[in-house]
C-alpha cells in the first residue's frame, strides 16, 4: 500500500463548478500535511498547508480528519486557471521525509 | 533571489555512463530531497538529507548515491545509467522537515 494515496484522475469539470479532491495517508505517525499545485509538468509550488482545525484560502478549503487518516481539498467557484495536477503531500513526525502522493489532475473548460 | 537551482536542465546519457545533478540553495535551509517523477507515479523520494553531512534513503534509492557536503548544495549521482532511470529529477530544499519545500526547475534525464 501506498503511503499516500489520491483520488484517481483527471477531473474534467466546467468554470464555475466546485471540486473535490481527497487523500488519504497510510502512517499515523504523519505530522504536516500540505496541498501542492503542480503545472504542465513544471516543479510542484505549495498551494495551501493544511491545519487540524481545517482551513480556507479564497475559494479553497482544505480538510484534515487525523482519525480517518483523510486529507481533502475543496476548491469552489472553478476557474481555467486552476487546472494543473493537485498533489497531496504528508511529512512524518521524525525524519523530514516529504511524501507526495500520485496527484489529481484537474481540467476545468469553458 | 535565486532559490533552488539544478544543473544541467536537460540530459541524454548512454546506458552505462555516469553523471552528477547539482541541486543548489540560497535560503540557508537544513533539508533537501530528490525526487523522480513518472508519468502517473508523482514524485517519488529518491535520497533526502536533514543537514550537512547527512543522508537517508527514500523510497527509491537504488541505482542513486548522495552527497551533501555544504548545507547549500545536495548532488545525486548516477554511477552506471540505466534505462529505466530516465525520468524528471526534481530537488527540493526546505527550513525544516514540516514547512514548506521549495523546488527546483527540474531535471530532464534520458538514458538510451
Known amino acids: 500500500r501506498k503511503e499516500v494515496e489520491q483520488d484517481p484522475g483527471p477531473f474534467n469539470v466546467p468554470e464555475g463548478a466546485t471540486v473535490a479532491f481527497n487523500c488519504t495517508y497510510s502512517n499515523s505517525a504523519s505530522q504536516s500535511f500540505f496541498w501542492y499545485r503542480q503545472d504542465c509538468r513544471k516543479e510542484p509550488k505549495l498551494l495551501m498547508s493544511?491545519?487540524?482545525s481545517g482551513n480556507e484560502d479564497g475559494r479553497f478549503t482544505a480538510q484534515l480528519n487525523r482519525a480517518s487518516q483523510y486529507i481533502s481539498l475543496l476548491i469552489r467557484d472553478s476557474k481555467l486557471s486552476d487546472s494543473a495536477t493537485y498533489l497531496c503531500v504528508v511529512t512524518l513526525y521524525q525524519g523530514g521525509k516529504l511524501i507526495f502522493g500520485q496527484g489529481t489532475e484537474l481540467s476545468v473548460k469553458p | 533571489n535565486a532559490g533552488v537551482t539544478q544543473t544541467p536542465k536537460f540530459r541524454v546519457l548512454k546506458t552505462g555512463q555516469s553523471m552528477t545533478l547539482l541541486c543548489a540553495q540560497d535560503?540557508?535551509?537544513?533539508?533537501m530531497y530528490w525526487y523522480r517523477q513518472d508519468p502517473g507515479m508523482g514524485l517519488r523520494l529518491i535520497h533526502y538529507s536533514v543537514g550537512e553531512g547527512t543522508t537517508a534513503k527514500g523510497e527509491v534509492p537504488d541505482g542513486y548515491n548522495v552527497s551533501r557536503l555544504k548545507k547549500q548544495n545536495f548532488l545525486l549521482g548516477l554511477e552506471s545509467a540505466a534505462p529505466s532511470q530516465t525520468s524528471v529529477y526534481f530537488c527540493?530544499?526546505?527550513?525544516?522537515?514540516?514547512?514548506?519545500?521549495?523546488f527546483g526547475q527540474g531535471t530532464r534525464l534520458t538514458v538510451v
Open positions: 527540493a530544499s526546505s527550513f525544516a522537515g514540516n514547512t514548506e519545500a521549495f
Open positions: 493544511v491545519y487540524s
Open positions: 535560503m540557508n535551509h537544513e533539508y
